[in-house]
């Protein structure tokens, strides 16, 4: 599925990544968790194709990210959702039109022809009957429904997480990671978050790593990340979080 291989990247004299192998299947769930500015973010990037890594390289179902044409990265990157910290809606957009976003740039379909899909998906979020409001009306929590919305609007593979709770209130944090685990288990779509939110690390993921030092570690799962041998995962659970 997604394989970095020997991966190094680094800007001017700092090095934001150095060798690192990371390796995640069909239907994996996997959690990346470090302080702030460690490179976590940056690692989905590469995946997307956004930055390509100075040395090693990012493959995705075998495949060459860095070799792949234009064409074959936009079709790679209708398979690799993302959900964005901000949701990253287009404010002068109706929820409609934001889901329907990549049938109507990608496919040339007319918003009136994708409406029906359009619904069906925000009925997959608990957002029916919102299709012609604007995002300026919704709260935080639902500008993250609609943006997953998008984004599993064109069935992707894999969908990558980037702090998908920031900023919510517990409720709406587990109404979010609720939402994350029925999409991995009903419809098979493998997880990648970036995530400091401990009770959505623990709730959404089966595996956790954690980024330091320019190198990606086991950090181990939910039922033994909190019990690591390893000092450095136990303090960042504990105090980091």
């Avoid at 209708?78 to 809606?89: C, D, I, W």
């Avoid at 009136?112 to 925000?122: A, G, I, P, R, T």
């Amino acid at each position: 599925m997604i394989f970095l291989k020997n991966v190094s990247l680094q800007f001017d004299q700092k090095v934001i990544l150095n060798n690192v192998d990371f390796k995640v299947n069909q239907g994996d769930r996997v959690a990346i968790i470090g302080e702030s500015g460690c490179g976590k973010s940056t690692l989905l990037k590469l995946i997307l194709g956004f930055l390509q890594p100075n040395n090693g390289d990012v493959l995705y179902n075998g495949v060459s990210i860095s070799s792949m044409t234009t064409s074959e990265l936009r079709s790679m990157r209708m398979k690799v959702g993302m959900l964005f910290q901000s949701a990253a809606l287009f404010d002068s957009m109706t929820v409609g039109e934001n889901v329907a976003f990549s049938w109507c740039e990608n496919q040339g379909e007319d918003y009136d022809k994708v409406s029906d899909k359009v619904n069906e998906v925000l009925e997959m979020v608990d957002m029916a009957g919102y299709a012609d409001d604007m995002p300026a009306s919704l709260s935080g929590g639902q500008r993250k429904r609609i943006g997953l919305a998008r984004t599993i609007a064109m069935s992707p593979d894999v969908i990558l997480y980037d702090e998908p709770t920031t900023g919510l209130d517990p409720i709406l944090s587990t109404s979010i990671e609720n939402l994350i685990v029925k999409l991995s288990k009903e419809f098979g779509i493998t997880t990648i978050m970036v995530s400091h939110q401990k009770s959505t690390i623990l709730r959404t993921v089966d595996t956790i790593y954690m980024m330091n030092d320019a190198n990606l570690i086991y950090a181990g799962t939910p039922l033994t990340i909190e019990k690591s041998d390893n000092e450095l995962v136990r303090n960042f659970m504990s105090g980091g979080l």
